[in-house]
Structures are given as structure tokens and as C-alpha cells.
């Protein structure tokens, strides 16, 4: 049997090609995927930015699909059968180092990531924009209702990254203020997260061009947004608060001039959380913080016990998920999917969440 797959054989270049499905050892399984989500990572990766990508390879890792063959050890191993429904975290981990141990497996040396690895390793099926994916022995999955539709159900990451970041690593409190700077999907399921942990006061920061981005964000629980390059955020959320200022700040952004802002907005004791990578030095205002008692946490990715909880919110029907799906590209289209997830297609409708079907 043959699969088809988008393959990024060089920088900002994908070609059409198939592979064959390989038949799974006891402990590997084979999915037949459904619907990928396409991540801003995806659009680094692409570019060859990152230097633990090899071209040629198979993009995307924010996958949902099938079972479609699986060993004895790995069906035993997680208790399925062919045709059960599943995400599959991006993430390969060693399982044997100490951050395993612990649960932390994206602190892992080891580690490997699926839409990072060349196709040139057999058996080539390392990402999601493809009809079939390899599931690797160290594979992390997890269930899938059947009525959760795959446009939202490849959410999964978006939400739980926030869910992490918000309140595992931000430790918000119920009725606790945080805001949100950036306005893509990560940051949309901040405030989605924000929500369901029942933040007083949840404020976005986003620009001019993110106006869907921040009507969406009002839908999922905004009290307020705030359009940096029209008003100053610092003064907006000095006023949104009446003074009291940020118990949470998530920057999302990877911008400099926005990370300089929230040591401003953050209130004595607060704590900013940063996923974003800036690639480059930036200042931080040190005294700032340190007259504020305030704290500074880099996070990467999200736990495992994120993704299950995502799961049942994004079954719950509590909140528009169905409202961030706004663009689906067939396996032909995954160099244009990328580029609009991230604008570099002038007049598209404005991209919020973009999927990749391998079917179409």
C-alpha cells in the first residue's frame, strides 16, 4: 500500500510524493490520518531555520487520524484497536533519561519531533501531512472521541499549550487578571484556557491586522482587547485593571518591544510566562522586575495530562472552537496552507487556525 505526502524537499519547496506504508513491528503502529493542523513552528521549519531539520521531510505534527495497523505490543500497550481514533503528540522522547522519569519529556536531550525528521530515515512517514503516519514505539497518543469533529479536534495542541501555560505554569487563580500578548492560535487558546480557569479579567493584545483574531478572542471569553500599534497596552491595561495590573502575563509574541511591556503591566509579585523564542538578546528591565518581587518563566510545549484535559473541553461544546477553523488546503496546497497560516499570502481571508486534509 502507497501513501501520499507532501514532502518539503527543500527550503520554501514541497513536492508531491509516495511512499510505501510500512508494515508495523509489534511495538510501532501505522494512523491513517485525518485532518493536520498547520503550526506557526511549521513555518520556521519550512524555512529551514531550525538545525535539527534535514530536508527532504513530512511537515505537520498537529495530527488526528486512525489506527490503521498495530502491532500486538503497541495495541496492548495503549489498549487499541484498529480503527480507534486518536491525536498524537509531536513529541518522540527517550523514556529513559531523567526528565522522562520525571514526566518532562520535552526537556528530554534525546528527544525527536515528528514534522522534523527527514524522509530520508525509514520508513519516511514522519508527519502528518501525508495520508499515513508511522507511530514509532515511543509515540505519545490519546483517544479521540468520535464527536468531536477533526477541524476541531486538531486543537488539541493550541489548547493545551495554553492550558499549561496559563495555569499549570502561570498558576492562575480563579478571578486572577491575565493578559495575552500576541493574537495567533497559541494564544488563542490561552484565552480559551484563561476561561475554563476562571480568570476575573482576560485581556488580548493584538495588532490591527488580527481583527478576526481578536473578535474570536472576545468569543472565547475576552473581557478586553487592545490593539498595540493603535494605543499604548501598558496605559490600556493600567485602566482595564484601575490600577491593579496583570497577575499572569503570557507573551506569545516573540517581539522584543512587546516582552520589554510586560514587566510594566505585571503588578508586584505577578509572573510572566514566555513560550515565544526570540532568537536573539533582548532587554529586560531587571530593576523593574526585581522592585516588583516579580517572575520570569520560560515554557516549553505542554504536559501530557494538558492534552487529555484539552480534550474534553474541546468535547465539552462550551466555547466557538468550530470558529478558529477557518482555512483547509489539500495535500497539493500544503506550501500555500503554510504560508497563509502565517500571512505571507497577501489578500487571503484573515488565517486563524489552518488544516491540511490528505483526502481532498
Known sequence: MKSVAAVAVSPLTTEIKEFEVPTPASNEAVLRVELTGVCSADWGYYQGHSSFVKFPLVL????????????????RRWNLNNGDRIVVEEILPCFTCAYCMEGKFFLCLKKKLYGTISSSVPPALWGGYSQFMYLHPNSIIHRLPEEIPAKIATLFIPLSNGLNWVTKMGELKVGETVVIQGAGQHALGCVAAAKVAGAGKIILIGL??????????KRLG????????????VSRVNEITSGELADLVVDVTGSAEAFAKTVQMIKRGGKIVTPAFHRKPIPVDIDTLVFKAARIQGVLARD???????????GSNTLPFDQFATHEFPLSQVDRAIKISVRQIPGEVEPIHVDVNPWQ
Open 60 to 75: 505537520g505534527h498537529e495530527t488526528v487520524g486512525r489506527i490503521a495497523a498495530a502491532g500486538d505490543e503497541f495495541a
Open 208 to 217: 490591527t491586522a488580527d481583527k478576526e483574531r481578536l473578535e474570536l478572542a
Open 222 to 233: 475576552a473581557n478586553a482587547t487592545i490593539i498595540s500599534d493603535l494605543e499604548d497596552p
Open 304 to 314: 501530557t495530562k494538558s492534552v487529555d484535559w484539552a480534550i474534553s473541553i474541546l
